[in-house]
């Protein structure tokens, strides 16, 4: 995916236990999200940067948070995994008429 | 009722056939119309952008504006097994933050060879 990268790709963890999810780009885009897909949801918008330090809640923010201490990099971070965090967490910068987006995190919670 | 609705499907079609996808929307506030396509485990790619209302065509492609109705299309001419994939519509209101962009759910389509 052009200029955007995740990390990790795959991650188990336990209930209770803090994890955090990278996102990079390397396009020096202003904005950034943090989406999750979920089978019957879609795409749900969890937090949003429109600035180093400059970020908005989503849709779904309850029980995440993120920082942006450089522009390149967007953190989000569960503070406390719960199953029902178990998802597909995607990030995404704003490009030429819509988003791009990276590979995705497959995240399980157990 | 939900702001965009769309069929989950799945659609399944032969291959050569045209397809027609959809998506009915409430907020007349938006402005700006999108489809991605997302392909199994990877994220959504942008397919096509239109901006207010009428047609675009890319290809093979052509969305479709209908304002006046609150619903878009994404028609795929020649259909291939290649295009065999989760089509998602997205749309956002002209100006306002940024954070607003709204995706139907998904639909699931199949093109058999």
């Known amino acids: 995916d052009a200029g955007i990268t995740q990390s990790p790709r795959h991650k188990v963890t336990e209930t209770g236990t803090p994890v955090t999810l990278r996102c990079h780009q390397t396009?020096?885009?202003?904005?950034m999200y943090w989406y999750r897909q979920d089978p019957g949801h879609g795409l749900r918008l969890i937090h949003y940067?429109?600035?180093?330090?400059?970020?908005d809640k989503g849709e779904v923010s309850d029980g995440y948070s993120v920082s942006r201490s450089k522009t390149e990099d967007f953190l989000l971070t569960l503070e406390s995994a719960t199953s029902s965090q178990t998802s597909v967490y995607f990030c995404?910068?704003?490009?030429?008429?819509?988003?791009?987006f990276g590979s995705g995190t497959r995240l399980t919670v157990v | 009722q939900k702001e965009v609705e769309q069929d989950p499907g799945p659609l399944s079609v032969p291959e050569g056939a045209i397809v027609s996808l959809n998506c009915t929307y409430s907020?007349?506030?938006?402005?700006?119309f999108m489809w991605y396509r997302q392909y199994s485990r990877k994220g959504p790619e942008l397919l096509m952008y239109?901006?207010?209302?009428g047609n675009k065509e890319d290809g093979r492609f052509t969305a479709q504006v209908d304002k006046s109705s609150k619903y878009i299309s994404l028609f795929i001419r020649d259909s291939q097994p290649s295009d065999s994939a989760t089509y998602l519509c997205a749309m956002r209101p002209y100006g306002g933050s940024q954070g607003n962009l709204i995706f139907g759910k998904g639909t699931k389509l199949s093109v058999k060879p």
């Open positions: 940067s429109y600035g180093v330090k400059d970020t």
């Open positions: 907020n007349s506030a938006f402005q700006y």
């Open positions: 995404a910068i704003t490009s030429e008429g819509g988003y791009t």
């Open positions: 396009e020096n885009h202003r904005y």
């Open positions: 239109t901006y207010s209302s």
